[in-house]
């Protein structure tokens, strides 16, 4: 049995994930599984939701976020589907999209289109790829 600092309930040795036994007394984290959670998912809320601090890398004001989302009519400007909604999260998001190169905010993106918006920033590896798709096709259809 052992006392978790934060709730300070004495649990089970079952109820504390296991930790790096050098680092860890017992080999088993502080706290138990039940503050872990609660300390995590208020954690991500607080970073995420409250203050827009996920808009920070790219110097963007959360009102800026919200005229850009107006602005796209409230969806992602590549295929046109809705914000996503995170999971534990409490309000759905599009990502923003960005150039890695310069840094300039392009737009606002639904997950898909912002993954592959990632592959395509590359034109020599986009013409590459659609070059390979197209002889597959011609292959397949010869």
Avoid at 26 to 53: D, F, H, M, T, W
Avoid at 55 to 60: A, E, T
Wanted: glycine share 8%; aromatic share 6%.
């Amino acid at each position: 049995m052992h006392e978790c600092p934060q709730c300070k309930c004495l649990k089970a040795s079952s109820e504390f994930r296991a930790g790096v036994a050098f680092q860890k007394p017992r080999g088993r984290r502080p706290k138990c599984v039940k503050c872990l959670r609660s300390n995590r998912s208020a954690r991500q809320r607080s970073i995420y939701e409250s203050k827009g601090r996920w808009l920070i890398p790219y110097k963007m004001p959360m009102a800026e976020y919200e005229r850009m989302l107006a602005t796209q009519g409230r969806c992602c400007i590549v295929c046109g589907g809705p914000p996503v909604q995170r999971r534990g999260g409490n309000r759905a998001k599009l990502h923003v999209d960005h150039c890695h190169t310069s840094g300039l905010v392009r737009g606002l993106l639904c997950p898909r289109c912002n993954l592959g918006m990632g592959f395509i920033d590359d034109a020599e590896w986009l013409a590459r790829a659609l070059d390979y798709r197209d002889r597959a096709l011609k292959a397949k259809a010869a």
